[in-house]
């Protein structure tokens, strides 16, 4: 397990094969590091599929809307939907995409980031400037390397839960 320095600006997601412990860049992203928390505080990721899986380049969850759905009816939209909360203005900054960032999904429009994101499973540095890095993955890496692949999987691997460390006892 990972040393947390901030655990109120750590998350913690339960997958599968382990967990996956999350630094929040609250003083690059802070609008995107509060609204990570204010939605894992609610539980609203629990049980939420990832529905954009590519090899090489990302795994894409969160979309709270859609992706907790067990039908695959529903599965197929997830990536369209976000939260009941508004839309987040774009934070963008000199980080780049690295391995095991966490960056803010969003459609064409810049600042429409919602409750989805992605992690990168390598550095995809042409990215940079276009989506907000808002977290970094600082255990639990290889566990993320599993997940089921496909857009969206077959049968997709989900986030069981997403807590803020601070949380936890």
Known sequence: MAEI???ENTVIITLKDGE???ELLADVAPKHAER???????????????HRVIDGFMAQTGDVAN????????????????????????????????RGTLGAARSQNPNSANSQFFINFKDNHFL?????????????????????RGEPP?????????????DVA
């Open 20 to 22: 996956v412990v999350i």
């Open 5 to 7: 320095k901030d655990p």
């Open 128 to 148: 940079n400037g276009q989506y907000t890095v808002y977290g970094r993955v600082i255990a639990g890496m290889e566990h993320v390397d599993k997940i089921t």
């Open 36 to 50: 990570m928390k204010t939605l894992a505080r609610a539980k609203a990721y629990d049980n939420v599929a990832f």
């Open 154 to 166: 077959q049968t997709p691997d989900r986030m069981i839960t997403v807590r803020v460390a601070a």
């Open 67 to 98: 992706g907790n759905m067990e039908n695959n009816f529903n599965l197929r939209r997830a990536g369209t939907g976000g939260s009941d909360l508004p839309d987040l203005p774009a934070e963008f900054s000199k980080l780049p995409h690295d």
